[in-house]
């Protein structure tokens, strides 16, 4: 009896595994076949396989690289500098800031600490208005333009990104002997020497986590690059290049759908070689934690 419940039991959760996972993958199957037909095929039947193809692929991936509108290597090109720009720093900021926070225990740190924690519950919608008035006025005072330029929106995705970052880095911190570093202090390591030679070579699990963690949504970030980047301005991440392509190219749906199909790639590759990094910091870090 027992053993027809737990089948039974098993075989609801493989029936909802499989219901919830055709709802997420639907809308990149429907991108992926219709990428595959000629606009004709697209909008009389968007769901079915009826001209389908290879070539057409390839012919409607060829179309779009080399369509002056999308400027697909530009828009490339910026988005690699700006989420590896904006990881380096993440990684390499995140980690010292939870390390200095885990460490000194004070009641500052602790301010800190829940500070960084309270703004992650905070919706950008909340800030990107007043976001954009204060990166504009920023940059009038310092004389470097903080809006439609590179160093701006990485320093928007460093605001961002660092409550993440530092909260599970903290939690992995927490789980290493404070013995490794009062060896490291007693043979003459300064705090930096310890913090480089000592604790960031053990983050390397959790940091490569929270690395692609924060690079697939900075990379599929839409939202902060339309608004500190703008659509007519020369730097353009592939999500907003994507946009402004669909105004120039409203009818042909198989070279706007072959376009996020290119933005989506390199990320989902990404994704499919780093699954069992991601899951393996994700464990260490609870078990450390």
């Known amino acids: 009896?027992?053993?027809r419940e737990k089948t039974s039991t098993i075989a609801v959760k493989l029936v909802i595994a499989i219901v919830i996972a055709i709802y997420v993958l639907f809308?990149?199957?429907?991108?992926?076949?219709?990428?595959?037909?000629?606009?004709?095929?697209?909008?009389?039947?968007?769901i079915g396989f009826e001209g389908v193809s290879i070539p057409q692929l390839i012919s409607n991936l060829k179309d779009v690289i080399n369509n002056t509108h999308f400027l697909f290597w530009s828009a490339f090109e910026y988005s690699v500098i700006i989420t590896v720009l904006s990881l380096v720093l993440?990684?390499?900021?995140?980690?010292?800031?939870?390390?200095v926070i885990c460490r000194n225990k004070t009641k500052w740190s602790t301010v800190i600490?829940?500070?960084?924690?309270?703004?992650?519950?905070i919706p950008f919608q909340v800030v990107m208005l007043?976001?954009?008035?204060?990166f504009r006025d920023v940059g009038k005072f310092i004389g470097i333009p903080m809006l439609q330029s590179v160093p701006g929106i990485i320093f928007a995705y460093l605001g961002f990104g660092g409550a993440?970052?530092?909260f599970i880095l903290n939690g992995f911190i927490k789980g290493i002997p404070m013995d490794l570093e009062e060896a490291a202090s007693i043979d003459g390591c300064?705090?930096?020497?310890?913090?480089?030679?000592?604790?960031?070579?053990?983050?390397k699990p959790v940091i490569t986590t929270v690395t692609i963690l924060n690079g697939m949504w900075i990379w599929n970030d839409y939202l902060l690059p339309s608004m500190m980047l703008g659509q007519n301005g020369k730097v353009k991440t592939l999500p907003?290049?994507?946009?402004?392509?669909v105004g120039s190219y409203v009818k042909q749906w198989n070279l706007i759908l072959a376009a996020a199909l290119l933005a989506i790639i390199p990320i989902v590759i990404l994704f499919l070689f780093a699954q069992k990094q991601i899951m393996e910091g994700m464990i260490e870090g609870a078990v450390k934690g």
């Open 27 to 46: 809308p990149f199957f429907l991108v992926v076949i219709n990428s595959c037909k000629p606009t004709d095929m697209i909008t009389a039947n968007p």
């Open 130 to 134: 007043p976001l954009i008035s204060t």
């Open 190 to 203: 300064s705090p930096e020497q310890t913090f480089f030679r000592i604790i960031f070579p053990l983050l």
């Open 1 to 3: 009896m027992k053993t």
């Open 164 to 166: 993440m970052t530092v």
């Open 90 to 99: 993440l990684a390499l900021f995140g980690a010292m800031a939870a390390w």
């Open 240 to 245: 907003v290049a994507v946009q402004a392509f």
């Open 113 to 121: 600490y829940f500070t960084f924690i309270a703004s992650m519950i």
